[in-house]
T-cell receptor
Framework: DAKTTQPTSMDCAEGRAANLPCNHS???????VYWYRQIHSQGPQYIIH???NNETNEMASLIITEDRKSSTLILPHATLRDTAVYYC????????????FGKGTLLTVNP | EAQVTQNPRYLITVTGKKLTVTCSQN?????MSWYRQDPGLGLRQIYY???????DKGDVPEGYKVSRKEKRNFPLILESPSPNQTSLYFC???????????FGSGTRLTVV
């Protein structure tokens, strides 16, 4: 499985965009990039996923570089409730049934 | 409401006493999975299931059993719990190649 590298922590001001980077240089052609977040000890929450194209939903946008070796999750207007650990994950073998979670990025949104 | 339901939320048990943590989803998802989360080790997959009667080991399957007799249910069985299985457990389900996993609220298990 492709491994991912994320910063350990990041800060963001409330109301500003939060840009969370992720490196996945060994990603293979049929592997998706998934983003989840976990608030304290709650169950992880799915945010968004993509293969090649940029994606946007009601929660966030996902920008994947053309070579697919890195991606950025964008929360357009961060709120205090977006404070969480954000996980960037590459799906195993093109299927999404096996996801390996790393340590993630602790995003702290400050007032 | 679409959800994954785990029971119980909290459980304290003694070493060696068999227990089952139930997991049920109402979204007709094919894939289901169990994870455990420990401080410093993150989320690790225990077992997963791709459909009824189809299960496979994840990264840390030792000491656990699962079954998938019905599409909606995926119980996690600890035949002889030990203190190193004290952890926070999450069940999750997903449709193939779709929206990603929906996770349950977690079961905090303590084995003394």
């Amino acid at each position: 499985d492709a491994k991912t590298t994320q910063p350990t922590s990041m800060d963001c001001a409330e109301g500003r965009a939060a840009n969370l980077p992720c490196n996945h240089s060994t990603i293979s052609g049929n592997e998706y990039v998934y983003w989840y977040r976990q608030i304290h000890s709650q169950g992880p929450q799915y945010i968004i996923h993509g293969l090649k194209n940029n994606e946007t939903n009601e929660m966030a946008s996902l920008i994947i570089t053309e070579d697919r070796k890195s991606s950025t999750l964008i929360l357009p207007h961060a709120t205090l409730r977006d404070t969480a650990v954000y996980y960037c994950i590459v799906g195993s073998g093109g299927s999404n049934y096996k996801l390996t979670f790393g340590k993630g990025t602790l995003l702290t949104v400050n007032p | 409401e679409a959800q994954v339901t785990q029971n119980p939320r909290y459980l304290i048990t003694v070493t060696g006493k068999k227990l089952t943590v139930t997991c049920s989803q109402n979204m007709n998802h094919e894939y289901m999975s169990w994870y455990r989360q420990d401080p410093g080790l993150g989320l690790r997959q225990i077992y997963y299931s791709m459909n009824v009667e189809v299960t496979d080991k994840g990264d840390v399957p030792e000491g656990y059993k699962v079954s998938r007799k019905e599409k909606r249910n995926f119980p996690l069985i600890l035949e002889s719990p030990s203190p190193n299985q004290t952890s926070l457990y999450f069940c999750a389900s997903s449709q193939r190649q779709a929206q990603g996993y929906t996770f349950g609220s977690g079961t905090r298990l303590t084995v003394v």
